[in-house]
């Protein structure tokens, strides 16, 4: 019985874009090259055929010309030798020392003893032992690059997804001091402290990568206001950046995070909005929000099926807290303050749980291209399409000795209600968690003195701007 899940053999002959047009939608595909009588003449793994791709090869170029000639295989003999099979790990362990993450994905063709392929086996199950044919359909993870994954809603993503199995690579630059990863302990995950900005930390950490999830971003109407520039070149250039790599690269997956803020000053605000309803942003961040929607949309090919997800406020407890968004800032004045100040009301507001917007962005992973790709959905649910006045009386349920001000002088114009079908008919339904269970699991997490200070500025992206601003000012 051979594992034909983890290799293709594509004759020596072909293309690069063969090559890709072959493994179109497969994760940890090895390419195995053979010649006419079947004969394996080398391998070529994905991560190469990008690199050939950035080394100035085309699409065009034959496999011969970028395969590894000289690849390490295992015969089906060697398998049971344990001479000659540890010959093969020394080799290995001299290319790869020490990396315990490629070992996960790293495979190896098992030939015959005329060299015609017969399975394929991943360099930690040759050191396991545990291999012999018996290797599982698609043992080999999807790898997933989540750029800005140390923050409130990464650090969530990312446990969520090594908690399913796939591999993940971090690339974010811990602009917070954020501690938010620190306590993960996993072969299956990697961290690269680097700036999205700039081009070279993007290309280092895409390699080896079947898809990338982009959250790096100054977040927030009040924090780009601060930093518009550093806000313009985060939020917008490096988002385009990476889309045109992935694209350039053949990475068809990639997932941008949205916002309902795109929706700004809706002039329909009782309607239900859909992703075709008009957009109308009001600050700097929602306007960059929708220029960075049409880059990415604009570079739709055969071999990039980008997917948008506009999510609404989120609220919950992660391994980086914000206290600067709607929820959980009324929970955080309720429990520490006993006073929280609503500013209009009137205006809808939706929300979601960050563990659910986890939930849809892996949905959308574990999707057919085919439906998610090129596409934009709307990301909460009905029920927390909520005014912010009743999303302060719903503190009052879990705090009820809160004092409630409502300044009806000071508005907010952003005001939007938001329909969720599209992503539920066509990806996936499940209940998501309400702002009441919401604010009882911030109640417990106060309770229990997770947080020391709350007004520390890790915690509020506005407040971390601020002294960033003032401190360069005194320089
Ligand atoms: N939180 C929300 O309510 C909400 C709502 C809608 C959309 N979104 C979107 O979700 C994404 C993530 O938001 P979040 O709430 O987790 O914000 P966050 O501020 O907690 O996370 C942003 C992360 O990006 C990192 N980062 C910033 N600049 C970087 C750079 N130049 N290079 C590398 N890393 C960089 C930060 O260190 C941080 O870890 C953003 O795109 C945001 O617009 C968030």
Known sequence: MHDSNLYININEEKTIRYAFEKIKSK???????????????????????????????????????????????????????????????????????????????????????????????SFDELISGTYLYKIKKNKIPAKILVVGGAGYIGSVLVRALLKKGYMVKVLDNFVYNQ?????????????????????????????NVDAVVYLAEIVGDPACALIPETAFKTNFLSVNSMASLCSYLNINRFIYTSSCSVYGASKDPDNFLTESSSVNPVSHYGRMK?????????????????????LSTVFGVSNRSRFDLVVNLFAKNAYFYKELNVFGGEQWRPNVHVKDVSKAIISVLNSKLEIVGNRIYNIGNKKNNLKIIDVAYLAKEIFPKVKININKSEKDNRNYKVSFDKYEKEVDSFNYISVKEGYRELYNFFKNKLIKNPENKIYYNIKFWEEYNNENSKS
């Open 179 to 207: 501690d938010s990863l620190d306590k993960i302990n996993s072969d299956y995950f990697k961290r690269i402290k680097g700036d999205a900005i700039d081009t070279n930390t993007l290309i280092k950490a895409i390699s």
């Open 27 to 121: 994760f940890g595909i090895l390419i195995t090259i053979i010649d006419k009588s079947g004969k394996l003449k080398g391998v070529i793994t994905e991560g190469d055929l990008r690199r050939s791709l950035l080394k100035g090869y085309s699409l065009e170029t034959q496999l011969k010309i970028v395969m590894n000639k000289v690849p390490v295989y295992i015969t089906s003999n060697q398998l049971n030798n344990e001479g000659n099979k540890n010959d093969i790990i020394n080799r290995l362990n001299k290319l790869y020392p020490d990396d315990s993450y490629s070992r996960k994905y790293i495979l190896i063709p098992i030939v015959d003893d005329k060299m015609i392929v017969k399975g394929a086996i």
């Open 290 to 310: 929708l220029m960075s929607e049409h880059a990415i949309l604009n570079q739709v090919s055969q071999n990039f099926s980008p997917t948008i997800l506009r």
